[in-house]
Nanobody, 119 residues
Framework: QVQLVESGGGLVQAGGSLRLSCVASGRTFNKYFISWFRQAPGKEREFIAA????????YYADFGKGRFTISRDSAMNTVFLQMNNLKPEDTAVYYC????????????WGQGTQVTVSS
């Protein structure tokens, strides 16, 4: 199992940027995918992006391409989500999650961090 600790959320004006961090710990997270999700009030949780911990391959939802960038720092056991040109529609609770390679089930979730974009 993987344990995740998130940070970096906050209040920003439209057009601003935020960098979210997710610190991972566990015995076998090197074989995991780490992903970012978000959930806005009254809406379903949606996938943003994922990264393979070992090889660094990345995957993005269509809306996440361009403005959002996922990356990792292996030495720091940390996955980042860089968010640029934020819009009010990006307001949501952002979560990081982990799943084993070869599985489509996320078995570890962070606590969530609030991102609020004002107009």
């Amino acid at each position: 199992q993987v344990q995740l600790v998130e940070s970096g959320g906050g209040l920003v004006q439209a057009g601003g940027s935020l960098r979210l961090s997710c610190v991972a710990s566990g015995r076998t997270f090197n074989k995991y995918f780490i992903s970012w999700f978000r959930q806005a009030p009254g809406k379903e949780r949606e996938f943003i992006a994922a990264i393979a911990w070992s090889g660094g391959e990345t995957y993005y939802a269509d809306f996440g391409k361009g403005r959002f960038t996922i990356s990792r720092d292996s030495a720091m056991n940390t996955v980042f989500l860089q968010m640029n040109n934020l819009k009010p529609e990006d307001t949501a609770v952002y979560y990081c999650a982990a799943r084993p390679a070869g599985s489509n089930t996320y078995n570890s979730w962070g606590q969530g961090t609030q991102v609020t974009v004002s107009s």
